[in-house]
Structures are given as C-alpha cells and as structure tokens.
C-alpha cells in the first residue's frame, strides 16, 4: 500500500524573510540609540549633581569656619609689661572683618606659637582662578597691628558679595561696622552676634545667596 505525503509536509523549517529582519534590525537600533541616550542623560545630570553638591559643599565649610573662627574672637585690657606690643582688637567694615582670637593649632611640632592668632576676611582678586574670591588671613601670634601682617590664602573662588554685619545689643539693631575703640564700646568692645552673608556663583554661573550667624562667646569674659 503506498502512502502519499500531504504537501504540507514535504515544507521544511519556516525562516524569516528579509524584510522582517529588516524591520526587527530597525527596532533594534531604535532601542538601542534610546538607552544610549537615556544612559548619556543620566551621567550628564549625575556629573552636574555632583559639580553642583562640591559648590555647595564649598561655600558651606567656608561659612562654617568662618563662624568657629570668629566665635572665638576675644579683646584684652592686659599689656605685658614685658612685651607691651602685643593688640587685640576687633575692627568690622561692610565687607572686611579683622580681629584678633584664640584658636590656632600649632602644625609643627614644638613649634614657639602660643593659641592666639590675627584673622582678616576680605575679598580680592585671586590670580589662580582669575576670579574675586574671599580671602583668609591668619597670623600666628599678635603683634603690635592686628589689621596687618600673616598670610592671606584663598577661602572661597568666585565670590561676587561679602557682607558683615554686627549685633549692637544697647541699640538692638544690625550695625554695618564696629570699632571696640569707639566711645560706645567702651562697655562691650566686641558685638554679641555676627552675621555673614556670602553671594557665590555656582557652578551654572548663577549668583546664590548664603546667610548664617555665629555668636562671640567671650563677650563678656574679659573687660578693659
């Protein structure tokens, strides 16, 4: 007895056609070019995430040393009769603030310095970055001129404001500057409050506002 084959089966294994290859190659590459591009977008906004989080971080920690530094700023009615050169003081404009304090960690060892220190805060023009930046004095040991003398190093890049501003307590107002050898801080020579106020520019080149304040803890611990 012969037995024919149906025609369906003499057909071998089906394959795909040019065209549907075609088609799945295009959408393929279709896919393909919106995850680089999904992936490129992603390490674009993460690379400006952290450019942006570094500014921050910078203008943070020179605000938060600017007000360790300034809460320990302390005047003196003593002159060593041995060394009567030694001033404190505490002078404040607008925009620069100089005054003398205690808090200086030697960095060598034995080093002949003892913890009172000259500090200064201006904004100048700094040659590296080629921008105004706030800038830090700080001399180890006072001499004879508190406003003057150490080295000056570059605390903040591309400052475009520097504010101070001084808590007069008799009067209860802001005062934009302060002299503790004017006739009115004869009973308080340094303010009870500083408040400091940076305008940055970050890293999209837009101006950004930072206020704080930090309060002198040794306003009243030594008298003329």
Known sequence: MTHRRSPLSR??????????????????????????????????????????????HLVRSAMSRMVDEISMAYISGH????????????????????????????????????DQRQLGYLLDHDRTSGTQS???????????????????????????????????????SWEDKWDFEAPERSTDPIPERVRIKIVAVMDDGEPMTFVTQTRLFLLRAIKF
């Open 11 to 56: 057909r071998g294994p089906k394959g795909f056609s040019l065209l549907e290859i075609l088609i799945s190659a295009s959408l393929l590459t279709i896919v393909g070019a919106l995850l680089l591009q999904t992936l490129s977008s992603s390490i674009d906004a993460k690379d400006q995430v952290e450019k942006t989080s570094g500014r921050y």
């Open 79 to 114: 002159v060593a009769a041995l060394d009567p050169r030694n001033e404190t003081g505490f002078v404040g404009e607008r925009e620069e603030l100089n005054f003398t304090a205690f808090g200086y960690v030697p960095r060598v060892a034995d080093e002949k310095k003892s």
């Open 134 to 172: 706030l800038m830090r004095r700080e001399q180890a040991n006072i001499d004879d001129d508190f406003k003057e003398g150490g080295r000056t190093l570059v605390l903040l890049p591309d400052v475009r404001e520097l504010e101070f501003q001084y808590w007069d307590k008799a009067k209860e």
